[in-house]
């Protein structure tokens, strides 16, 4: 296979369903020209309240569907899957596999001036502790907050993004972060990028908050630019979207993850893999 035709292959992002689309989103940004392939788990999400066995058993299925695609490359959008499952998983593909975890650690790490920084995500995602380990790999100065908020998945998929309630549950949930002065917080969940505003105005201007999806987008960049892997040659890229159930509800949420409405999704049955 020549180097141009090795290029043109497409990228693979998981998710454990529509969240990983801002990952997507901020990848088709930065590399408009690559061809993308997307599967997302929904007949199986969310991830993030399940045990390490079943996300790592999950994960080793979703990389085994998008190899099949003869990707070049393999996004882990998922905060759950990376923060659980890729180091188990990893070593068992041929292929460079990215999660976000590392992007945004270390992120995090070079925005911090007092040295405190805050993770929140999803349960699986905080009781791994992947982000504090790839947080204090960098430096072991800093000091970090790591706090589980479940309820903001639901909340974004049903899109209360600017809701009374999704404030009152923010103030909530942050309290506990406000009090220990962090000056950095990770938004360690496909979904919680859609909540800036929201967790921006409780967290106060002096926090800087750290998106995993505009972090990792840039790392795929530069890996792809570093394995001399960007596509080049002309042509529209093409983005398929793959899911597990019935793509209703996917279609239904997708615009406001994505920014734009799709209509080539295919579902498949990932047990077979
Ligand atoms: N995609 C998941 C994450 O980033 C959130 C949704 C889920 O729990 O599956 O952790």
Request: charge should be neutral; glycine fraction near 10%.
């Amino acid at each position: 296979m020549s180097q141009d035709e090795t290029r043109n292959k497409p990228i693979g992002i998981f998710d454990s369903g529509v969240g990983g689309l801002t990952v997507a989103a901020e990848i088709m940004r930065l590399l408009p020209q690559e061809n993308i392939v997307y599967f997302g788990d929904v007949g199986r999400a969310p991830y993030g309240g399940r045990s390490k066995e079943i996300i790592t058993k999950f994960t080793r299925q979703d990389i085994s569907f998008l190899m099949e695609h003869k990707v070049k490359y393999i996004v882990a959008a998922c905060n759950s899957a990376s923060a659980v499952a890729l180091e188990t998983v990893r070593g068992e593909f041929d292929i460079g596999i990215l999660g976000v975890i590392e992007p945004g650690a270390e992120a995090a790490v070079k925005y911090t001036r007092n040295g405190r920084i805050g993770i929140i995500g999803t349960v699986a995602t905080i009781g791994s502790d992947s982000y504090a380990r790839a947080i204090q790999s960098r430096n072991g100065l800093v000091k970090v907050f790591s706090l589980a908020c479940p309820l903001f998945v639901p909340l974004t998929e049903e899109g209360y993004i600017e809701k009374e309630a999704t404030l009152l549950i923010a103030q909530d949930y942050l309290k506990t972060l406000i009090d220990v002065d962090i000056d950095t917080l990770v938004l360690g969940c496909t979904h919680y990028p859609l909540l800036k505003k929201v967790i921006g105005k409780v967290m106060g201007e002096k926090v800087r908050l750290v998106d995993s999806a505009e972090e990792t987008a840039r790392t795929v960049a530069e890996a792809l630019a570093e394995k001399d892997l960007l596509r080049i040659s002309g042509g529209e890229a093409s983005v398929k979207f793959y899911v597990s159930d019935v793509p209703d509800r996917f279609s239904q949420v997708v615009k406001q993850f994505l920014g734009r409405g799709i209509n080539n999704i295919t579902r498949l049955d990932i047990t077979r893999y």
